[in-house]
């Protein structure tokens, strides 16, 4: 792997394998001593353009375990803010030596553009890119729903037959596509359901159900449940009417908690809007994964990264403890 820039091109066997890598890496997260030599002397940039709290801090943590040197960039306070160009950044980067470079964006497309450019020899690793992909969080996920679902029997599995319904604000989501794309590869069953309004373009030419009704889908009995936040920032009191009205027709309230399959797992990327999408009590109910995500995060994210750095020096991460 030289990039990993989205789920949609990733092959089946690449994300087993960045996945079973993770379970090496969260065994090492047990041990008194966390950190890993395998990265030692690398240098990785986090390249922010948007805030972020869980992805920087896991990337920092996933980066600082494998003993790389981390640089983070936030575009407010730098060049950026005064007009400086991603090619200029880049260029910037290359100089000072950076062998991989972790970029958020809010242009769709500005990882792919920094991958391909020349400007930067570093491996690229997409933490979000406007509307279109967050890959890790998608691996993150599916790590999480094979050790939720199959437990100490998930190396090496897929999600083949299982079935995972994805609610929310969907037209705005790069989880909800990352996953999509990860979990159809993975042989999963997605369903997205929201409003039609909250549907993303060009969904019904998808490998998804498309669905409006929750109730409906709960019906189905589905092992997953994943629940996404409204993005009011990008909406302009638009999508649906109020937020009450949402509330009641595709949140996660007690009533529909109490529904689910005794197998059925609860998730949601964050940060949520308890009350709105997620009631409290299912936001922390033993369902609940959401910590669980954020703890599984760092050991993807260390895996990735591997996978991504450590170049000729392929020895497993337990051959590097």
Known sequence: MRHLLDTRTLSREDALLILDTAEDM???QQREVKKLPTLRGKTIVNLFYED???TRISFEAAAKRLSADVINFSAKGSSVSKGESLKD????LQAIGADGV???HPASGAPARLASSGWIDAGVLNAGDGTHEHPTQALLDAFTMRRRLFGEASRGRDLDGV???????????RVARS???LLNALGAHVAFVAPETLQPYGARDWPVTVEHSLDAALRAKPDVVMMLRIQSERMHAAYFPNEREYARNWGLDDLRLARLSDRAIVMHP????RGLEISSAAADSPRSTVLEQVANGVSVRMAALYLLLSGERRQTPKDSE
């Open 52 to 54: 972020s709290t869980r």
């Open 163 to 173: 079935s995972v319904v994805i609610v929310g604000d969907l037209a705005h989501s």
């Open 102 to 104: 972790v970029i958020r």
């Open 26 to 28: 969260a065994a090492t």
């Open 179 to 181: 996953n999509l794309w």
């Open 89 to 92: 950044t880049a260029q910037t």
């Open 270 to 273: 964050g940060p949520m809007n």
